[in-house]
T-cell receptor, first 113, second 111 residues
């Protein structure tokens, strides 16, 4: 079975540019989660969706960050404009139910110069 | 609210040493408990789980027992290998909607 698929795996861009991260969850999983991981702050939950509807976006750092889930098989996390402090590894995860194990993608390593 | 506390490390051991990584939780009721592992350059992977008190989860030589008396779920392995070097996260469902993850414990195993 295909796992959670994220793209791109690596992204390097200059500050001020728009960045779009993509995620395809596991088929049949109703929950989708976006995380950010840095050495300083560890693993942070940014936002999660249930049946394509955003449930909790309290972890989104600021208005420069936005996430969408237009259908059950695709989600995006967008940063506009990007800043160097946004440099991190961004993970997408999905699960069948909120209390069931989450399956993580391999992440997108983002570097903002 | 629900929370998970784990020793932050880093932990450095020699090959074949015994490993314990402590994890305690606070929650309403008795939620399922999980250990995840993250190898370098990869996402988190489920290592083992326990769904009720006194359950023991096990996988790849790792074990953890859900102890409600001490609200703990400590991860143990009798003989670690270099390939076990990774970051280990304790986790628990949060109000049945998402997960609470511990801060992670970095393990380095030296040959």
């Amino acid at each position: 079975d295909a796992g959670v698929i994220q793209s791109p795996r690596h992204e390097v861009t200059e500050m001020g540019q728009e960045v779009t991260l993509r995620c395809k969850p596991i088929s049949g999983h109703d929950y989708l989660f976006w995380y950010r991981q840095t050495m300083m702050r560890g693993l942070e939950l940014l936002i999660y969706f249930n049946n394509n509807v955003p449930i909790d976006d309290s972890g989104m750092p600021e208005d420069r960050f936005s996430a969408k889930m237009p259908n059950a098989s695709f989600s995006t996390l967008k940063i506009q404009p990007s800043e160097p402090r946004d440099s991190a590894v961004y993970f997408c995860a999905s699960s069948r139910e909120g209390w069931q194990p989450q399956h993580f993608g391999d992440g997108t390593r983002l570097s903002i110069l | 609210g629900d929370s998970v506390t784990q020793m932050e490390g880093p932990v450095t051991l020699s090959e074949e040493a015994f490993l314990t990584i402590n994890c305690t939780y606070t929650a309403t009721g008795y939620p399922s408990l999980f250990w995840y592992v993250q190898y370098p350059g990869e996402g988190l992977q489920l290592l083992l789980k326990a769904t009720k008190a006194d359950d023991k989860g096990s996988n790849k030589g790792f074990e953890a027992t859900y102890r409600k008396e001490t609200t703990s779920f400590h991860l143990e392995k009798g003989s670690v290998q270099v390939s076990d070097s990774a970051v280990y996260f304790c986790a628990s469902p949060h109000y049945g909607q998402n997960f609470v993850f511990g801060p992670g414990t970095r393990l380095s195993v030296l040959p």
